[in-house]
């Protein structure tokens, strides 16, 4: 006899949760509250019409238009203790749904509004993050983001704090913000900084740009890890890449149609990446902004791309092997998560009727249809 992979057995599952923004993933409540706290505009009162407004959950059709939630969160995101707040509320959340260990990011220029430094904004982000770990047992660390649509210089400045930083919380930097038209060779500079002080990269790339766009990560910038990396299936040759060097794709799937990056989740790459053997993991991008969870994220995968319980342990633990953390300590973690998953009998779960391609592959609007690495030629 087997039972349906629910919700609720997935969000047994031991997790991970490699790409979440902080400022996409508030509790729509603790905006509300602390813009009452603080006399901050929002344009809405209530939690339905704040939701609306900000478009919650909802395909934006673009990067830009999906971007623009994050106007309304940074405005109560501006005190010490509003940022103490979302960071230990976040790591709440992701802990109630198993998440073990989770890497937040965000960039501290954005929170200096009202004065803030940036050290006392990374610090106040640790001092939440590390609560929450006393009180639920989830690990956390930060990424610091650079933004590819302000300037090369702040860039910079960011790289210096996450160098500040280093083995204080901080395990990672990444460029995030406006892909297209805004390449992240220009931020050259401040990659090298990090580079040169043995500090873990990832960039969003391959989101609202092709692949060469992902090339350049990793070429240019030294990616570690590529954030969504939509795009690469246009390029066999660089998939290759990927996959001989075992470089981690952090896959957001329902964040990835809400930008338009991909049609519908039934049409998302990461199931031919998968079938590969590329290091594919799952994220949530945004809790709030995409209205998801880690587990949500892969039941949806579960549900669209026909992916059973082995494929989703398997994913789990790309999740352990991709985190940024010292080599020992991930060998800490897959041990004993994957003592924990193997109490999950694989027989137990119907798989999903294996799906096919979408009906709306064919659509004139649609983007190009996954191209099998053969069938491509090499462009970078
Ligand atoms: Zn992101």
């Not at 609306?52 to 203790?81: H, P, W």
């Not at 937040?104 to 609560?131: C, D, F, I, N, W």
């Not at 610091?144 to 300037?151: D, E, P, T, Y």
């Not at 990672?172 to 931020?187: C, N, R, S, V």
Request: charged content about 20%; some cysteine; aromatic content about 6%.
């Amino acid at each position: 006899m087997t039972s349906p992979l629910s919700l609720d057995i997935i969000s047994k599952l031991p997790k991970t949760d490699l790409h979440v923004h902080l400022d996409g993933s508030l509790r729509i409540e603790t905006i509300l509250e602390l813009a009452k706290e603080d006399n901050v505009e929002l344009p809405a009162r209530d939690a339905a019409g704040l939701r609306r407004a900000m478009n919650i959950g909802q395909n934006c059709g673009s990067l830009v238009e999906y971007l623009k939630a994050f106007d309304v969160t940074l405005r109560v995101l501006q005190t010490r203790k509003g940022l103490v707040r979302s960071a230990y509320e976040l790591a709440e959340d992701a802990a109630r749904e198993n998440v073990r260990y989770m890497e937040v990011r965000y960039s501290p220029m954005l929170h200096t509004r009202q004065g803030l430094k940036l050290t006392t904004v990374v610090e106040a982000v640790l001092e939440g993050l590390r609560a929450a770990q006393e009180e639920y047992g989830i690990e956390s660390n930060v990424i610091i983001c650079g933004i590819r649509n302000v300037s090369a210089e702040s860039s910079l400045e960011m790289a210096e704090l996450a160098v500040a930083y280093k083995n204080r919380g901080v395990v990672g930097f990444d460029l995030a913000g406006a892909e297209y038209d805004h390449p992240a060779k220009h931020h050259r500079a401040a990659f090298q900084l990090v580079r040169d002080n043995n500090i873990n990269v990832t960039i969003h790339a391959g989101e609202a740009y092709g692949p060469e766009s992902i090339a350049q990560a990793i070429h240019v910038c030294g990616a570690h890890r590529i954030g969504h990396g939509c795009r690469l299936r246009e390029n066999g040759d660089l998939l290759h890449y990927l996959n001989d060097h075992r470089i981690p794709l952090e896959c957001c799937p329902s964040s990835n149609v809400q930008t338009g990056a991909i049609r519908d989740l039934a049409s998302h790459p990461i199931k031919l990446y998968k079938n590969l053997g590329l290091r594919v993991t799952v994220n949530t991008d945004n809790r709030l902004v995409t209205d998801t969870s880690v587990s949500k994220e892969l039941w949806l995968c579960h549900k669209a791309l026909g992916w059973g319980l082995a494929d989703l342990k398997q994913v789990v633990l790309n999740g352990f092997k991709s985190a940024f953390l010292p080599f020992h300590v991930k060998q800490q973690y897959l041990r004993k998560v994957s003592e924990e998953l193997a109490a999950f009998d694989d027989a137990a779960y119907t798989a999903p009727t294996e799906v096919g391609p979408s009906p709306h592959s064919v659509s004139s609007s649609a983007p190009p249809p996954p191209v099998g690495p053969a069938a491509t030629s090499a462009e970078n």
